[in-house]
């Protein structure tokens, strides 16, 4: 890894307005920041030089590696697969409970780095064995343009990508990308606005949009709602979000309950009760969501993929690890029941 050198890493910034005075408007995603001449938007990540937008996170991640594709969460899109990772620092959001703020919360002058052009990345993932690029662990809106050229690249070369994302991004850089993107887990943080926004900085409608947007152009979806005790974990705001992904369209899209741990600026908070993950469970299924996962609590069995018509087990994983696939042609083994998702 290396130090930063602003001049290097500096890449032209996409979406963006100019203004008088040298000043940018940011239109990337829906904080849309206005960034004075020298400073950089909430990010911390596209910084105004002379009145023009540049990202400094292109071709810089401070944070590599090989997963499993479970860790993202993703269960219905190839199972069992590993799958390469990276990060840039920065973030769109302030959440008070993030788990990565000493990278999120950070920006990428201030960091060390690889040195990793997406060419470099994609011979990276293919060195280690993979065939897929996830962009994760932060937020990849606001390393966009790496993102954009990466996935284009990697479709050229018939690799997978996948965001691990908040989708608070706004529709037009969302569409561009959408062609080069075959997955992404939408972290859908609760589901009342101004909890959202105490709780993140942003806001509710955007990542509905989101949601729509991905659905509507073929990328697979999943969504991860994490419950944080007394922000997210309400019986009603789980009922009325449910309510809303079945009347959407969303009833076969993964569903996954993740359990929170004290972090950040939530550290005095207790972990969500053992019942309020089961409880949300129940909701989500009785509200008609077909495939419900409960994840950050091992001994509950909540990783394992059951169908939807006979109930029986038909993926059955063990933390990250997929101890048995069951499925064939994309359907269950005992009754026919087409199953969601992306197998082979």
Known sequence: MESMDLEKWSHLALYQEK??????????????????????????????KQGVLYSISYG???????????????????????IFSLATDGCNFRCLNCQNSRISQSTPSLQAHYDLMPEELL?????????????????????????????RLAHEKGLKTVSISNGFINEMPLLA??????????????????????????R?????????????????????????????????????????????GFSETPLHFSRFFPAYKLAQLPPTNESALIGAKEIA?????????????????????????????????NGYVVTRNLIHNASCPFCNEPIAGVWE
């Open 19 to 48: 203004l008088p005075g040298n000043g940018v408007r940011c239109n990337l995603c829906p904080q849309n920041c206005t960034v004075r001449e020298g400073k950089s938007g909430l990010c911390r990540t596209r910084v105004n």
């Open 60 to 82: 810089n991640p401070c944070s590599i590696g090989v997963d499993p594709i479970e860790k993202k969460p993703l269960f219905h899109f190839f199972p069992g697969m590993k």
């Open 123 to 151: 011979q990276q993932a293919l060195h280690q064995g993979t065939n897929s690029i996830a962009f994760t662990y932060t937020e990849p809106t606001v390393f966009y343009e790496y993102v954009y050229d990466t996935a």
């Open 177 to 202: 990308l959408c062609p080069y993107l075959d997955a992404a887990n939408i972290d859908l943080k609760c589901f009342d606005d101004a909890v959202y926004f105490k709780l993140t900085g942003g």
């Open 204 to 248: 509710l409608q955007p990542v509905l949009d989101t949601l729509k947007t991905l659905k509507a152009n073929g990328v697979w979806l999943e969504i991860t709602n994490l419950l944080v005790p007394g922000y997210s974990d309400s019986p009603e705001m789980i009922q009325s979000m449910c309510d809303w992904l079945i009347e959407n």
């Open 285 to 317: 299924e009785k509200a008609g969501m077909k495939y419900v996962y409960l994840g950050n609590i091992p001994g509950l069995h909540g990783e394992n993929t059951y169908c939807p018509a006979c109930k029986r087990l038909v993926v059955e994983r």
